[in-house]
């Protein structure tokens, strides 16, 4: 492969760099600073509502940390209003991000039925207009992440690309499903390998949706001649998925999985970090979700899952995790029967 650097504006990745996808809740500065860690070329924040920067709501204004370990950054922020979605970019750009990107995909009733995130795909010109005022607005590079379409029958993606360009945007993130789909069904990367194909089209394009292994990503790779990838749900609880791919792409071998003792690191990383961010409650109930696949795999693990799930405070979770390495290191082997 035809090895050159990627650029977004002034921002240079390494060849067929791998992104770490904006999601709520869970884009946090503790998960990212593992997935950086395990290979993540550039990482997003949570999207930010423009309302909430513009009304300085503790919760947004939050989402504007950023810590020097995880450059290049971009700053995700959302809104259906041009005057807001401009203020808030202002107010992005003070925060000193590599990067600020537009969400027109989220597709959350909250958000798009409310004419943001994947709401704006039934309404290109606007679409086109507020992209074009907050590029006129600052000086950071502006990227947008989007849907195919609305739903099946409006899919207009190389439009909405070609007029993104024309806007002013520096890299293109396309997720190979409709709003209507949400994230039900297999992704569609034909019509983002559309756009990546398109002549007039010049600006990085990026594939997103359903890249869960190594094998996957160099078959997309090499399907849909994208120039990078963002991955989303499969690295939550599993920041290796950066490196294994990243390897995989090199020696065309496979990693073997993390060990116990990597994985109990990590996870501690993870969450003694989010209880110094965000607080203890929160941080422990927000962990749920990612115990799962920090242990996937594992053999025996149910009972230890229930726990993890149920246990409400930092010395708990702490005292649970030394089980599971004692239990794994003297009693059972993690993989030596199939998951539980």
Known sequence: MQKHPVRIGSVELEDFPLLLAPMEDVSDPPFRAVCKEQGADLVYTEFIPADGL?????????KLDIYDYERPIGV???????????????????????ILDINYGCPVKKVACKGAGAGLLKDIDKMQHITAEIVKQVQLPVTVKT??????????????????????????????????????????WEPIAQVKQHPDIEIPIFGNGDIDSPQKALEYRQKYGVDGIMIGRAAIGYPWIFREIKHYFKTGELLPPPSLEERLRVCLKHLRFAVEWKGERKAV????????????????????????????????????LAEIEHFYTHEQAPFENSPS
């Open 147 to 188: 849907r195919l379409g609305w739903d099946e029958q409006s899919i207009r993606i190389v439009e909405v690309a070609l007029r993104l360009q024309e806007a002013g945007i520096k890299a293109l993130t396309i997720h190979g499903r409709t709003r209507v789909q949400m994230y039900k069904g297999e992704a569609n």
């Open 285 to 320: 109930f927000e962990m749920r979700r990612h115990y799962t696949n920090y242990f996937k795999g594992f053999s025996h693990f149910k009972h230890f899952r229930t726990r993890l799930v149920e246990a409400g405070s930092l010395a708990e979770v702490e005292d649970i």
């Open 54 to 62: 513009i009304r300085h709501a503790d919760k947004a204004v939050q």
């Open 76 to 98: 995700q922020i959302f809104g259906s209003e041009i005057e807001s979605m401009r203020e808030a970019a202002r107010i992005v750009e003070a925060a000193q991000p590599e």
